[in-house]
C-alpha cells in the first residue's frame, strides 16, 4: 500500500475546483442574454401600456372638460354672434358672456367675453379663441360634431316644408318670415336662438366616446 504524499511548494487541485469549462460559460452567457432579452420585452411592453393609458386618459379628459366649459358658459351667454356652416352642419360657434357683470361684453385680449368655439375636422380638434387671443386646443381626436342650433319661437317650426315636430332649427328660421334663406344661421336668424346642443365623438385608437352638451341659453331672452 503506497502512500501520497504531496511536493513541498506545491499545490494540487482536485478536478472537482477546476472552475467552470468554456462551454459551461457560453451556456450561461446564452441563458442570461436570453433572460434579459425576455426581461426587456416586458418592460417596453408595460411601458407602452402605461402610455396608452396615460394618452387615452387624456383624450377623454380633454373632451369631458370641454363639453362641461362649453355647457357652462352657454348657459352663461346674453349674446350669440356668429356661426359657420360647412357642408350644411354648424361647425364654429361664437357666444358672447359678461363675465365682469358689467353689461357689456369685452373683446379685451388679457380676458375676452366673446368666445369662439370651433370644429377643425382636418385636425379633429376642438379650439377655443377670443379677443384675438392665441387659438387654444380644448379636445384631440374628436373625429365629428354635431352642433345643433335650436329656437323657441315655435311660429316659425315646419317653415321649412317639414312637419312640425315641437322644435324649431335654424334652418327652419332660414327659411321662415324672419329669415333671409341663404342657408346659413347668421344676423337674421341668430337673435332667435336659445338652444344650443352639441355632440362630439373622440376616437382614442379603436374606442370612440361620445360627449353631449345641452345648453338652455336663458340670458338671451328670445321672443318670437
Known sequence: MSAHTATPGVHTESATDAGFTMIEMLVAMALFA?????LIGFAMGSSRVADDVRESG?????????VERMSREFRQASELSGAQVAGGKVVSL???VDFDGDGTVEDDPADPERLTYTWDASTREL???GGGSTVQVLAGGVVAADIRLRSSAW?????DGTTP?????????????IGNNNGAP????LPLIDLVSVE??????DTERRFTVQADMRNRGVTA
Not at 387624456?58 to 370641454?66: M, P, Q, S, T, Y
Open 34 to 38: 436570453a433572460l434579459g432579452t425576455v
Open 58 to 66: 387624456n383624450v377623454v379628459g380633454e373632451a369631458r372638460l370641454a
Open 94 to 96: 361664437t357666444v358672447g
Open 127 to 129: 379650439t377655443l379663441s
Open 155 to 159: 311660429i316659425h317650426d315646419g317653415a
Open 165 to 177: 315636430d315641437g322644435t324649431t332649427t335654424w334652418q327652419e328660421l332660414d327659411q321662415s318670415s
Open 186 to 189: 347668421d344676423a337674421a336668424e
Open 200 to 205: 362630439l365623438l373622440v376616437r382614442d385608437g
